[in-house]
């Protein structure tokens, strides 16, 4: 396999996990989060950005062949929504501490693809 195709099922699982992870998070209603309010903002993020089917269209595109140009359209669509997510996670990061090692866990995997550089810049 294609070491960039590794990459994107990589990254295309961990969206998938964070995505059902803040889900777990805001159903179990945990007294690890503090504020509910905050983590169903996240959730309508995570939503609206459609993370879970950005990771399956992700894993499905590079299942037996790397396609460059419609990894990275993804990636940075991705991307877009993930910045979003770590700056509110940040401002609220005593109530939202606990996503603060998946979005870690997703910015390095994403930087992977060069997608930072070019959507800061654009």
């Given at each position: 396999?294609?070491?960039?195709?590794?990459?994107?099922?990589?990254?295309?699982?961990?969206?998938?996990?964070?995505?059902?992870?803040?889900?777990?998070?805001?159903?179990?209603?945990?007294?690890?989060?503090?504020?509910?309010?905050?983590?169903?903002?996240?959730?309508?993020?995570?939503?609206?950005?459609?993370?879970?089917?950005?990771?399956?269209?992700?894993?499905?595109?590079?299942?037996?062949?790397w396609d460059e140009k419609y990894t990275l359209l993804l990636v940075e669509r991705f991307w877009k929504g993930l910045v979003i997510i770590e700056d509110y996670v940040e401002h609220y990061h005593s109530?939202?501490?606990?996503?603060?090692?998946?979005?870690?866990?997703?910015?390095?995997?994403?930087?992977?693809?060069?997608?930072?550089?070019?959507?800061?810049?654009?």
């Open positions: 396999m294609n070491f960039e195709m590794q990459k994107a099922n990589l990254l295309a699982e961990n969206i998938k996990g964070f995505a059902e992870y803040v889900q777990k998070c805001y159903t179990s209603k945990s007294g690890l989060i503090l504020n509910h309010d905050k983590l169903y903002q996240v959730k309508l993020w995570v939503e609206e950005y459609k993370f879970n089917q950005l990771a399956e269209e992700l894993a499905r595109i590079n299942m037996f062949e109530d939202l501490f606990i996503l603060t090692a998946r979005i870690h866990t997703l910015k390095n995997l994403t930087s992977l693809f060069s997608v930072e550089k070019k959507a800061t810049s654009g």
